[in-house]
């Protein structure tokens, strides 16, 4: 558990912070103790509701970029079968390698980006088909 000292509303708190180990973080103040939302944690959510709607889908989807970043790498042929779950891009995003995999299996139909491309949260990176 890490004691740290956090200033809110000009107020200063001294709180005691632990990651649980379903990697849930805890915050205790005093006696009352909350559960944190990292920023990680709700894009994650996001990126998986993202998929599981997608996955659903019939015919023809498109993958997204979870997250503004830069194309790394690009893993996948355009025409290829893919699986589910297979690696198709590594978006670089504040140092960090982010996977993005195929949400279902399918026929990549058609890569929108190149190595190297800066992309949005929401850009179309490839058609699933």
């Known amino acids: 558990m890490e004691e740290l000292v956090v200033k809110v ?12 180990e379903e990697g849930k973080i805890l915050v205790h103040c005093g006696s009352d103790v909350y559960e944190v939302e990292t920023k990680k944690d709700a894009e994650n959510s996001a990126v998986e509701r993202l ?3 997608q996955v659903a889908e019939e015919g023809k989807i ?23 779950g297979q690696s198709l891009f590594t978006l670089m995003a504040m140092k960090m390698e982010n996977d993005i995999t ?5 026929i990549l139909k058609e890569i929108k980006v190149k190595k190297n491309d800066n992309v949005n949260k929401g850009d179309v990176l490839a058609v699933l088909e």
């Open 9 to 20: 509303d000009g107020k200063e708190y001294k709180v005691f912070v632990e990651e649980t």
């Open 51 to 53: 998929q599981r709607k």
């Open 62 to 84: 498109e993958i997204l970029a979870p997250l503004p970043g830069i194309i790394y790498e690009i893993k996948a042929k355009e025409g290829s079968n893919v699986k589910q």
């Open 102 to 106: 195929a949400p279902r299996e399918g």
